[in-house]
């Protein structure tokens, strides 16, 4: 049977090659004079691994974060307040551009196609996500549970080519304007970080809850002028 040989003075990442190189069993030579040896056999090669792990001599790579990106500046907000470290947002638009209108470069579509979560403000806003690629399992509708509330609004009156005269309208789609409604986007978000990291869902919650009260007191403020 053909073992491995190293020697004892050898260095560390030598002694852990040649192990990784002969997992079942390595003989080490201690001392060179002597020519003692001696051998030992490893149940798994996890296991030794693991033993340089916890004295930091081996090491793992770190665990990526959840790629979340937002289709406006409110729910990017709402995401840095109620996200953990696991999560890392993200919000591409351009400052001096609406984002309502923003239209993604060839990169900035394809963050959004590659990202873990996305968050939709939903009322029309961002149309362009209407006829992009995107995954669809990723995307978070936040507006979802409050669309029949919508507020429709009228558009100016023009004329067509063949004289049919009408107009087009659309949605308020400023929906976090209304700060009860802001706190159910909110609440669409944290459900979905919280079931994407589930081990974190408390700390999701308690980050929620804090941002709950702060919109509370700012629709509470906003009524009273």
């Known amino acids: 049977e053909n073992h491995g040989n190293c020697s004892a003075d050898s260095s560390i990442r030598s002694l852990i090659s040649c192990a990784i190189r002969h997992p079942l069993e390595t003989k080490v ?5 002597s020519g003692e040896v001696v051998s030992f056999r490893m149940k798994t090669l996890s296991l030794f691994c693991l033993i340089f792990v916890t004295l930091g001599l081996c090491n793992l790579p770190a665990q990526e974060k959840l790629t979340v990106q937002a289709a406006n500046y409110p729910l990017a907000y709402f995401a840095e307040r109620i996200g953990t470290d696991s999560f890392e947002i993200e919000f591409l638009v351009d400052p001096d551009v609406d984002p309502a209108f923003w239209k993604p470069s060839d990169e900035a579509l394809l963050a959004f196609q590659q ?3 996305i ?3 939903g009322g029309r806003y961002s149309k362009w996500m209407h006829h992009a690629s995107l995954p669809v399992a ?3 509708d936040t507006s979802r549970e409050f669309r029949d509330n919508f507020i429709e609004t009228e558009g100016e009156m023009h004329t067509h080519g063949d ?8 949605i308020a789609f400023t929906t ?3 700060f009860s409604q802001a706190a159910v986007q909110a609440e669409a978000i944290a459900r979905r970080f919280a079931a994407t990291v589930p081990s974190e869902a408390d700390e999701i919650k308690a980050n929620l809850a804090g941002l709950e009260e702060d919109l509370a007191e700012l629709d509470a403020a906003m009524k009273k002028l």
């Open 115 to 117: 990202a873990d979560i």
């Open 119 to 121: 968050l939709r403000n």
């Open 138 to 140: 990723a995307i978070v």
């Open 29 to 33: 030579l201690l001392d060179r004079r």
């Open 163 to 170: 004289g049919t005269v009408h107009s087009h309208g659309g």
């Open 176 to 178: 976090w304007l209304d």
